[in-house]
């Protein structure tokens, strides 16, 4: 499984950006899909989750209220909406593919390259 990840790039403070993640496997939808993030200097840290069907989605703290998962199993992409962006949001993000509990780390098999996001105060 292969994920690719993009969206991320450069917004002030207040503004949005959508991340995207595809998937390269005929079986997406019997994965639980997620995003982490690692800002520099920092250990990698879940954001969110969406179960397989897409019907369910988990949120860290740090970004419940600004931030929405969802997933298009037809188009085998997970997507992560985050508004109201804060300077705190910089970091790389990552995709990735598993398991089952959604926040631990090493219940999921497969991640993606990252993709930068930088936030200006």
């Known amino acids: 499984v292969q994920l690719q990840a993009s969206g991320g790039g450069l917004v002030q403070a207040g503004g949005s950006l959508r991340l995207s993640c595809a998937a390269s496997t005929l079986t997406f939808r019997q994965f639980l899909m997620a995003w982490f993030r690692q800002a520099p200097g920092k250990e990698r840290e879940f954001v969110g989750a969406?179960?397989?069907?897409?019907?369910?989605?988990y949120y860290a703290d740090s970004v419940k209220g600004r931030s929405t998962m969802s997933r298009d199993n037809a188009k085998n992409t997970v997507y992560l909406q985050m508004n109201s962006l804060k300077p705190e949001d910089t970091a790389v993000y990552y995709c990735?593919?598993?398991?089952?509990?959604?926040?631990?780390?090493?219940?999921?098999?497969?991640w993606g390259q990252g993709t930068l996001v930088t936030v200006s105060s």
């Open positions: 969406v179960s397989r069907s897409g019907v369910n989605t």
């Open positions: 990735a593919a598993g398991g089952s509990s959604y926040w631990e780390i090493s219940d999921y098999d497969y």
